[in-house]
């Protein structure tokens, strides 16, 4: 199916490909989403609404960058996820890209997708202690990253 987007024009989504995301991402009314990997924005990828073609958030994987992030997610959202194991999510979190080089990452609500139904959702971690606005310095890149 074709898709309009405000930033990258018109694309190509394959149905396969489409989230879901039955409670939205909180403030939003958009429920279905795909990823988008653009090339020359490595290490982000875009969480593109289908629904909205304006909407589109910027996501990170975020264990390259932060070597101590340790989420805990609580059973209801995995069990909403259709999910046993947190280990079988695909861990993204939300960036804010200000003018110049601040970056900030959400660790506090990630977002979650359960690549075998395609299901998706920000949860709450149980571990609050981490800020929705952590800095975020790509030069700290661990040595064993990779793209994703």
């Given at each position: ?34 990823l ?5 924005h ?20 975020p ?38 080089p ?35 310095h ?11």
């Open positions: 199916m074709k898709i309009k987007t405000e930033r990258f024009g018109e694309i190509e989504v394959e149905e396969r490909k489409i989230l879901r995301f039955p409670q939205s991402i909180p403030g939003f009314t958009a429920t279905q989403f795909t988008l990997t653009i090339e020359e490595h290490p982000f990828r875009w969480l593109q609404s289908v629904d909205d073609p304006n909407l589109a958030f910027v996501i990170l994987d264990l390259p960058y932060f070597k101590d992030y340790k989420p805990v997610v609580s059973n209801m959202d995995l069990t909403f996820l259709e999910m046993t194991a947190q280990s079988e999510a695909l861990l993204f979190v939300i960036c804010v890209i200000k003018d110049g601040s970056i900030t990452a959400n660790l506090l609500a990630p977002v979650l997708i359960n690549p075998k139904n395609n299901l998706g959702k920000q949860v709450i971690l149980l571990n609050q202690d981490y800020p929705i606005r952590q800095p975020l790509l030069y700290a890149k661990a040595e064993k990253a990779e793209a994703v």
